[in-house]
């Protein structure tokens, strides 16, 4: 069971280079109870990329989660300014 939500959505764009990306990561429960990490990412406006990791404990996706939001912020992602909830759907 997942204590607290865990929900990130993020977008680097650089009109120069004509770089327009987003990265969404969520914990959710899995139908055995156990933690899943799901990760999507790609071209705004476009469906990309999705990898789903399991976890048999919630903290070990928690500590993947932060560890990935460090490296997506050292990068240049950042928040969009009218984020919706169906920008992560």
Same mark, same amino acid.
């Given at each position: 069971? *997942?204590?607290?939500?865990?929900?990130?959505?993020?977008?680097?764009?650089?009109?120069?280079?004509?770089?327009?990306?987003?990265? /969404?990561?969520? *914990?959710?429960?899995?139908?055995?109870?156990? /933690?899943?990490? *799901?990760?999507?990412?790609?071209? *705004?406006?476009?469906?990309?990329?999705?990898?789903? %990791? %399991?976890?048999?404990?919630?903290?070990?996706?928690? $500590?993947?989660?932060?560890?990935?939001?460090?490296?997506?912020?050292?990068? $240049?992602?950042?928040?969009?300014?009218?984020?919706?909830?169906?920008?992560?759907?």
């Amino acid at each position: 069971m *997942i204590a607290q939500p865990y929900q990130l959505y993020v977008e680097r764009t650089d009109t120069s280079k004509n770089m327009a990306r987003y990265y /969404a990561m969520s *914990i959710e429960p899995d139908l055995f109870g156990e /933690a899943c990490l *799901i990760r999507r990412w790609g071209r *705004i406006g476009a469906r990309g990329q999705r990898l789903i %990791h %399991h976890f048999k404990r919630e903290e070990e996706a928690v $500590g993947l989660f932060l560890q990935l939001l460090r490296q997506k912020r050292r990068r $240049g992602y950042g928040p969009r300014a009218n984020f919706s909830r169906e920008a992560i759907s």
